[in-house]
């Protein structure tokens, strides 16, 4: 046995102690020439003896904490009010911070579940603001084809990615996500299938027989997880095209996830060899594996010889668009990293006011405490066993409201699940922070945080008041109730008030921006009214008797003249895209119109194309600022179309725009047909984004052709009747026309409701955070007074002996307060100014520094604070100043 | 170890004395104090092995299974250089003190 350090001597087992007196017992017996009995009695009593052993293993510690928790435990119970109110603080500052760590984690810190994630990045090109490439790296289909036929240099490998809604068309028919990705996809995420094969090239051939990748979660959903699922085929429709007899192959492992989309099934996206005779147009995503030692700034720089081959291919005036390589953690998580950065930070804020305050108790505890302390001391305690004694409370106290935290974190989640939309199938990028909780669950991960935090709480809170104490027994013991005392340095306790109102004002500053931000952003105008109206979306799978579009324009007008003659109506139009503010499903740079030489004119942003039906106007009762809204006659008539007003400035701008004819032209498929429109009409502006507070977008509203129409059909239907009776009534409807179709009923102010949930989640956290705040602060305050107070009592009982008024005696102690309220607020002031950074990119229609927001906070401080000093100051005022001098 | 009470801080020297002669096992401490006292100190065998484990608990003294040479399993204790230090400041201090003792006794 080797030099061992003082602090970790192995204990030997109870087995080794028996056996070391057993041998003694066995020697002494064979040296004296005695029997084991006589030999056994001069040991003495063996079992206290070993005891007496072990007691000198665990004494020193275990006994020490077990001593401390008992002392602790009846404090406790003689001021169960304490006890109870710290732990209770604690468990919501435990509660929320869990909950919300389990929320965010897969934001923020859990690395996403590939093999070595850091190499991975998303890769594509990046369009200027309104143009046709969005903001984040995407890649046309046909340029990925044929300038990426191998492997750009940067990278290992490179995969594409697609994602569609498509249904399961057959017995049991279920909407999923598709995702059509290169065979090389699992290899580039590092990712084994976990049943069967994973794709191999020869099914990645333009035309080879379709196979499927499914995941965990389908798989014990619709196949039992049954391995006799492997080979089995299913039938899909993407609502463009069925894809029929698609073999299964593998299943994908149980906690798979897709990079950027969630998906059900992956499908081989087939985009090779390229075949000039195949459209193609479709915006795709690439995911690439670094090669070892290649940062994305690099490879950026490596790609950059390739981007005028790339731009070549795109339709043309897709201008300024220029590589962009990113982590693909950066891909996933968007904005929503910034959101979850505003809410930790608001929880850190909360957790440290929990913990400010439960020091501030424990002091004004020790105050209490002190002669007992004193005493302690006097006996011989030394000062490391009453800090220990101080730490152990704290611990305890911080253990305790572990427990109870976990329960609160549970209770949390569930609400914040509860408080997010029903998820929706590709609804990610609206949803931001939302999307991530569906997999947020209390797991190891989460619970290691909260022991963590559990301990360092428990340290934190406990090493002020320990330190107190060290200090405090370094004064003579059993001093009078006036001199020093471990919790009698009032400066301490002020600046921990201090310190708790100035937190409790940043976070109001900041809850009251997020709630004016949250005001504009719910009253933003929408430019139409969508109270009343209700949607219905029907999708027409292949495996019915749709397959023609006739047949589907069939179903649909009279779906539509049904809707218009139901009970309640008011009026009913179909659309090809989801009701506004959702933006239209194509758009185009490039509008012909008609007596202009192509390619002429100003570059413009992206125009949106909506189909619309008559009645669609005034369905949504959207005004019209020139000419006249759509006809009946116009569906089926000549073709129409109706500009917004942010079309007719790009388009028309100083120009007649009446009876001039147009056509929407460009890489969007739908409306590539060489057909021309008469403008009829002018509207106003309506929301049209991907979310409601982006500017409104230019947009052409084209009347529907007759006689034709796709897979998907939006009904909007302006009704007196309430939604629950109009959901009904529509259900029916469609019930009639074919029992098993599936439809989606909806209301407007729903799906608008649904586009600010974000904003809603953060701002009613954060204000939840704020009030609890403003509660802790109110009640450290409370004590701080009252504790002034009760030390006081003989001065102001001598004051009012002399004839001071108990107003005067009031009033002293509310400006005394008043004082530190006034210097927390600036405090928190300033922290709110330098915080103002992080929270502006949240904010909508409201300055950072917005002095109405600013104001209220500080009014509802003062104004709760000061509530809280009334109290002791009500009880200085009536201090009998006899029995305040006897008490001495 | 601040506060030590008298009758441990005895057997404390007696067993890093013990020990100083070079490794033993309990028994054969008690054994050897026995001896070397002539029989005059008689080691309260239920108090030594505590003491043992304190000191090993300590650092003074490490602890280790040997088989001895009759072929018994025994946990025999040796002298570290903790222990080493530790024995020369008790020896001196016991000395002081047992000097001072004897002082007062001829006094009295």
Request: with cysteine.
């Amino acid at each position: 046995m080797g030099m061992k350090g003082r602090w970790f001597r192995r204990r030997p087992s109870d087995d080794e102690m028996q056996e070391e007196l057993e041998a003694h017992v066995a020697m002494r017996a064979e040296h004296d020439g005695v029997d084991q009995a006589a030999a056994r009695r001069r040991l003495g009593n063996i079992l206290h003896t070993r005891e007496s052993m072990r007691r000198v293993w665990i004494a020193e510690w275990w006994d020490a904490l077990r001593q401390d928790a008992h002392y602790t435990w009846r404090s406790w119970r003689r001021r169960p009010a304490f006890a109870l109110g710290a732990i209770l603080v604690l468990a919501l500052g435990f509660g929320s911070s869990t909950a919300l760590f389990a929320v965010l984690d897969r934001v923020l810190f859990r690395p996403p579940p590939y093999a070595d994630p850091d190499r991975l990045v998303s890769v594509g090109l990046l369009g200027r603001e309104d143009g046709p490439l969005s903001d984040t790296e995407t890649i046309l289909d046909r340029a990925y084809v044929q300038v990426w036929s191998s492997t750009p240099p940067p990278f290992e490998a490179v995969a594409a990615m697609d994602s569609w809604t498509c249904d399961i068309a057959e017995e049991r028919p279920e909407r999923v996500r598709c995702a059509p990705v290169d065979h090389t996809f699992l290899r580039v995420l590092g990712v084994r299938v976990a049943l069967g094969r994973d794709f191999v090239p020869e099914d990645d051939v333009r035309g080879a027989p379709r196979v499927g990748l499914i995941t965990h979660g389908l798989w014990v959903r619709r196949y039992g997880a049954l391995p006799g699922a492997i080979g089995r085929t299913v039938n899909l429709d993407t609502g463009i095209a069925p894809i029929p007899h698609v073999r299964i192959v593998g299943v994908l492992p149980p906690d798979f996830e897709m990079p950027v989309e969630a998906a059900d099934i992956l499908l081989p996206s087939q985009l090779r060899p390229y075949d000039p005779r195949v459209p193609f147009g479709t915006l795709i995503m690439a995911i690439a594996r670094l090669k070892p030692d290649v940062t994305p700034e690099r490879a950026k720089q490596m790609l950059a010889p390739q981007l005028p081959e790339m731009l070549a291919l795109l339709p043309p005036r897709s201008f300024a668009a220029a590589w962009s390589v990113r982590p693909l953690h950066d891909r996933r998580v968007g904005d929503a990293a910034r959101v979850a950065w505003l809410l930790i930070g608001a929880v850190a804020i909360l957790m440290l006011i929990a913990c400010v305050n439960v020091a501030n108790l424990m002091l004004a505890r020790l105050a209490e405490r002190q002669r007992e302390f004193a005493v302690r001391a006097a006996i011989g305690a030394g000062k490391l066993r009453l800090a220990r004694l101080a730490l152990a409370e704290s611990l305890l106290l911080s253990l305790a409201a572990g427990c109870i935290g976990l329960l609160v974190a549970f209770a949390l989640l569930q609400t914040f699940i509860a408080m997010a939309p029903a998820a929706v199938p590709g609804a990610y990028a609206w949803l931001g922070v939302l999307s991530f909780l569906a997999g947020a669950s209390i797991d190891i991960r989460v619970c290691v945080f909260a022991g963590a935090l559990v301990l360092v709480t428990g340290m934190a809170i406990g090493l002020w008041p320990a330190i107190s104490l060290v200090r405090a027994s370094d004064r003579p013991a059993l001093p009078s109730t006036r001199s020093a005392s471990p919790g009698a340095r009032p400066g301490a306790r002020f600046a921990l008030v201090t310190t708790q109102i100035a937190l409790t004002l940043a976070l109001l500053g900041g809850s009251a921006l997020l709630l004016r931000s949250l005001w504009n952003v719910v009253n933003v105008p929408l430019g139409f009214d969508g109270a009343r109206v209700v949607t219905m979306t029907a999708w027409l799978s292949s495996a019915t008797k749709y397959q023609a579009a006739d047949h589907r324009a069939a179903f649909f007008e009279e779906l539509l003249a049904r809707a218009r003659g139901a009970a309640g109506t008011v009026s009913a139009a179909l659309s090809d895209a989801p009701a506004p503010p959702r933006p239209p499903l194509t758009g185009t740079t490039d509008v012909l119109v008609e007596g202009r030489p192509a390619d002429s004119g100003a570059p413009h942003p992206s125009v949106g194309i909506r189909e619309v039906t008559p009645e669609f106007f005034e369905t949504f009762r959207i005004p019209l600022v020139e000419g006249r809204t759509l006809h009946e006659t116009d569906w089926g008539g000549p073709p129409a179309a109706i500009l917004n007003q942010s079309a007719r400035r790009i388009l028309f701008a100083g120009e007649r725009v009446l009876g001039r004819r147009i056509q929407p032209h460009g890489a969007a498929g739908r409306n590539n047909s060489g057909q021309w429109y008469t403008v009829v009409g002018v509207t106003t502006d309506v929301r049209n984004g991907q979310s409601v507070t982006d500017e409104p977008r230019p947009e052409i509203y084209v009347v529907a052709r007759r006689g034709t129409w796709g897979r998907i059909g939006r009904l909007s239907v302006r009704t007196t009747a309430g939604a629950a009776d109009a959901n009904a009534l529509l259900r029916r409807i469609a019930a009639e026309l074919n029992p098993t179709l599936p439809v989606t009923i909806d209301t407007v102010d729903g799906q608008v409701e649904r586009l600010t949930a974000q904003p809603r989640f953060v701002a009613s956290l954060l204000t939840a955070f704020a009030l609890l705040a403003l509660l802790l602060a109110a009640a450290g305050l409370y004590s701080v007074a009252s504790y002034l107070v009760l030390q006081r009592r003989r001065d102001i009982g001598v004051r009012i002996a002399i004839g001071a008024s108990p107003r005067d005696v009031a009033q002293q102690v509310v400006s005394e307060a008043a004082r530190w309220i006034a210097a927390g607020a600036l405090l928190g002031c300033a922290l709110g100014w330098m915080g103002t950074r992080a929270l502006q990119s949240q904010l909508y229609g409201v300055q950072a520094l917005d002095p109405a927001a600013w104001t209220t906070a500080v009014l509802a401080l003062a104004l709760v604070l000061l509530a809280a000093v009334f109290r002791p100051a009500h009880h200085a005022a009536h201090v009998d100043p006899i029995a305040a001098l006897r008490a001495e | 170890m601040a506060h030590q009470e008298n009758p441990q801080a005895a057997l404390e020297l007696l067993i890093l004395k013990t020990l100083a002669a070079g490794p033993n096992h309990g028994f054969g401490i008690a054994l050897h104090i026995e001896e070397a006292s002539s029989a005059l100190l008689r080691v309260e065998e239920g108090s030594l092995y505590p003491a043992l484990h304190r000191l090993d608990k300590a650092g003074f003294i490490d602890a280790e299974w040997t088989v001895t040479e009759n072929g018994r399993r025994a946990r025999v204790y040796r002298l570290t250089k903790d222990g080493r230090k530790r024995l020369k400041d008790v020896e001196e201090s016991w000395t002081t003190l047992a000097e001072g003792v004897k002082r007062v006794l001829r006094w009295a």
